[in-house]
């Protein structure tokens, strides 16, 4: 009787469990085909945008030697707070930079607190310019629009969007130029996750003007700390032309 018992139970015990395990394969296959139609339908949302550029470690190696810069090795803590900035002595440039180039610029040798990841800029051929980034958002508002945005306004104006994350995926394409150290330029559009922005917001001259001033700001402490001097950024022919002058190294010191 025991032995029969034990035959049973060691059918029956199988069929239960692989009926289970079956119910989870099905219930992930689902999840993940709404997952990868979700990406499809907006790009962004769950992943960020691709525009197709691919670079090489020959890229960064060529845009650091045109801009004559040298950086330490990437460092290892959780925070800029850990770590003192020392830039080296500023040269001047006049240099030409490809897509592949200033993409992996922003990507490599990049510590994990930086607050932009998984950059691609694509430099078009109509002096246009398209980026996608997934970039924190409390930097993003305070550093870039200077506290003039909060979360709230983001879900006001994007209600599709919900509760705002972390971090949020981004694309823009947009045209224009710095010149002395100033920015002008124009949006053509944008995305949040994935969901355009509407182009009576992002064409108004509050954005634009919000837009350019953070970027100014941005630029202005950059240059404050470093000696830098953004003298003319202008797209010609597929390329990014740089003048101007920035530091030769940079080291950053744990505290």
């Not at 020959?58 to 290892?76: E, G, H, Q």
């Not at 490599?108 to 002096?127: G, L, S, T």
Request: charged share 25%; net charge negative; hydrophobic share 40%.
């Amino acid at each position: 009787m025991e032995e029969i018992v034990e035959e049973v139970k060691v059918v029956e015990k199988p069929k239960m469990k692989h009926k289970f395990l079956k119910g989870i394969v099905i219930f992930l296959l689902v999840i993940g085909l709404i997952i990868v139609s979700l990406g499809f339908i907006f790009p962004g949302l769950i992943w960020t945008r691709s525009l197709g550029i691919k670079y090489s470690e020959a890229d960064y190696v060529s845009i650091l030697n045109k801009l004559n810069y040298i950086k330490d090795a990437v460092p290892t803590g959780e925070s800029i707070d850990d770590y003192t900035y020392v830039y080296g002595a500023t040269s001047k440039v006049n240099v030409e930079f490809t897509s592949e180039e200033i993409t992996a610029f922003f990507n490599e040798d990049r510590p994990r607190y930086y607050a932009v990841k998984n950059v691609q800029i694509r430099i078009n051929n109509d002096n246009t310019v398209e980026a996608v980034a997934s970039v924190n958002v409390d930097y993003f508002l305070r550093e870039l629009l200077n506290g003039e945005v909060t979360r709230s306004d983001i879900e006001k104006e994007i209600p599709a969007l919900g509760l705002v994350p972390d971090n949020l995926n981004l694309y823009i394409k947009f045209s224009g130029s710095v010149i002395n150290n100033k920015v002008t330029a124009s949006i053509d559009s944008a995305t949040v996750q994935g969901i355009p922005v509407s182009s009576d917001y992002i064409n108004s001259d509050e954005a634009i003007s919000t837009v350019a001033d953070g970027l100014n700001n941005m630029m202005a402490t950059y240059n404050e700390k470093t000696g830098s001097s953004f003298d003319s950024i202008k797209v010609e022919e597929g390329k990014v032309v740089f003048v101007g002058s920035v530091p030769t190294s940079l080291t950053r010191i744990e505290k």
